[in-house]
């Protein structure tokens, strides 16, 4: 199969070649189709958010960020320039050389964090691993390897780059086999912290260009089967010849449009909504989803989180404020409801029956927690009374959480309900109610 795939690229680069130069339009038609394809789907499949539409617009060079990241549009516009550079080289026109892979890596990349962008155009830092289609760890290259490793294979390819030019009669090996084979080591090494599919593209197509071949292109439909060849590859011992094939084929299938547009056959895409909306969905995959409001999801966060939280509220109040007043009162409702003569336990028996498939509480809106002290202890002074709440508010899509007393109106945690409630905020809260009431003592006492 492999054999035949070879022979049937070099009939039909025999058949382009005889066209001879391409006539302008029908090169920068073919040109910018291939530049298109590389720059959407080389970037897209690795999680880029771009649509097609705005690749086009980067391509152009109109950067018009709306609700995009910038590093994806930085990225794109730089992985841009690289091909147009990259499809202005001639037949044996690159050797590649560790340096030239850098500054490659620095045009393709782009990251704000100030750590992550010291790495780029840098081999790694530190070792990676990714988790495959079985959900298996693969890693790859130690630190320590890569310099040694990325030399040898360059060494390799050059050599065969050198034989391949002077006489293709005499190659045991096939560029495309070469341009596979490359591909398939560059990721066994991975010697970026970051980027390394798309590097391993270009530098593919590189060889293939250098050989006098046109780019292969792994489009979304191809992205599963991609990745699933090159990680039997890499973990399970699996047939190199396969992943050829794939890359011969899809080599067939560009020099089938070349020839399409050579006698002037339409090769542009019939519809990209498709691919439009794919890539708008994309964008969400990246962030959690937002669980709805559940008597289920309510009832974790309080076993979970507010339960500490209404027991520390109670402990830290009355460990600065119990002695000071001649009696306490505790408020607990949930939904605003009779809160009984033991509040704590009637919200503990609500909070447990939101599970109660024969009885459940109603549905979930609010809980509400206090802490009265009533009668200030002192001759010096009228009796007075101070007052505390802790208020638990449930949303569709959130919480929120607002105290009393507090040191301006808008304070509040507004989180989704995966989230609990930390140690920091919980902190945060009770010391700053805390401080607010003792703030109001401070104030009834020197009037």
Partial sequence: MLEFDLNKIEELQKEIDRYGEFPKEVKDKI?????????YYSNSIEGGTLTREETRSVMSGVLNLKNKSNKDFREMDGHNRLVIDLFKLSKGEMRLAEGRIKDF???????????????????????????????????????????????????????????????????EKHPVEVAADFHVDFLTIHPFYDGNGRMAR??????LIACGFPIFIISKDDKDAYNQLLSDIQAYGGDRNQFIEFVAERVMKTQ??????LNGGDIE??????????????????????????REHVFNLYNNSFKKLINEFYKTLDKDFYELFVKSETHAYYNNGYSGNDPMKNLIFNMA????????SSDPKSISVGRTYNGFNSRKTSKFSAHA???FQFNEFNYEITWRPHSREDMKVIKHYDEMINKDEQNSILRDIKKNLFEQIKQRTSN
Avoid: C
Wanted: hydrophobic share 35%; no cysteine.
């Fill in 202 to 207: 270009i530098l593919s197509n590189l060889i």
């Fill in 105 to 171: 890596h620095k045009q393709i990349m782009f990251d704000e964090d100030p750590e992550k962008d010291e790495q780029i155009g840098e081999w790694k830092e530190h070792n990676n691993e990714v988790i495959n289609y079985r959900n298996e760890k693969i890693t790859f290259a130690k630190v320590n390897e890569v310099p040694d490793l990325m030399h040898d294979l360059l060494n390799k390819l050059n050599a065969y780059l050198d034989h391949y030019l002077k006489n293709p009669a005499k190659v």
């Fill in 31 to 39: 040109y910018y189709k291939l530049r298109l394809d590389w720059n």
């Fill in 353 to 360: 029956s939101l599970l109660d498939e024969e009885n459940p």
């Fill in 389 to 391: 709440n802790l208020d």
């Fill in 256 to 261: 089938e449009m070349i020839l399409l547009a």
């Fill in 269 to 294: 895409e019939e519809d990209d909504l498709d691919k439009e909306i794919e890539l708008f969905k994309n964008q969400f995959k990246k962030e959690e989803r937002l669980l709805v409001k559940s």
